[in-house]
């Protein structure tokens, strides 16, 4: 169960663009789940069509984030706009073999069940793939030079090795 689910009918799908906004309960768990402080506004805006073999969601998806610097660990207030276009197919009838190459199209493609469809699960992992995993904040320089992490040459994966280099 996803915490933000929005099951859609391919056989009954709405005309013009839908606005899908994550409530307060929503937003607290996926904020859980992506391992942030807080989701403060999370919406998006996508229109639904379908071409006989697949349905498209395209629109643009718009969050406001609290997220820890990954130096720092200090709360980072980030805002997301980010276009979204998801591509829903029915399942795969392949012949099934492991060694099987898959089209780089097929990557990016989410199964039906049912002729329905989680466009909210979709979604919520379109947020989670625009959050970066590496935001610093304004103190992380501060950080570094704390712990000594100056620069990469001081602090990478050579510094140990330099450290044992005998004096000539």
């Not at 639904?48 to 498209?56: F, N």
């Not at 979204?84 to 099934?96: E, M, Q």
């Not at 989680?118 to 904040?137: C, K, N, R, V």
Request: with cysteine; charged share 30%.
């Amino acid at each position: 169960m996803s915490e933000m689910e929005r099951w859609y009918d391919r056989k009954r799908l709405p005309e013009g663009a839908q606005a899908i906004v994550a409530d307060p309960g929503e937003r607290e768990a996926l904020a859980r789940r992506f391992a942030i402080v807080s989701i403060a506004r999370f919406e998006v805006l996508v229109t639904l069509a379908d071409d006989g073999t697949a349905v498209t969601a395209t629109g643009t998806l718009v969050a406001d984030v609290v997220q820890p610097c990954a130096v720092s660990g200090e709360d980072l207030a980030v805002h997301i706009a980010e276009p979204v276009s998801l591509r829903f197919v029915a399942p795969y009838a392949g012949p099934g073999s492991e060694d099987e190459e898959l089209d780089v199209a097929m990557l990016d493609e989410i199964e039906i069940e049912d002729d329905r469809f989680d466009l909210g699960e979709a979604i919520a992992q379109e947020l989670a793939l625009a959050i970066d995993p590496f935001a610093t904040g304004e103190h992380a320089e501060e950080t570094r030079r704390a712990a000594g992490l100056i620069d990469e040459t001081a602090s990478g994966p050579f510094a140990a090795l330099a450290a044992l280099k005998k004096p000539n």
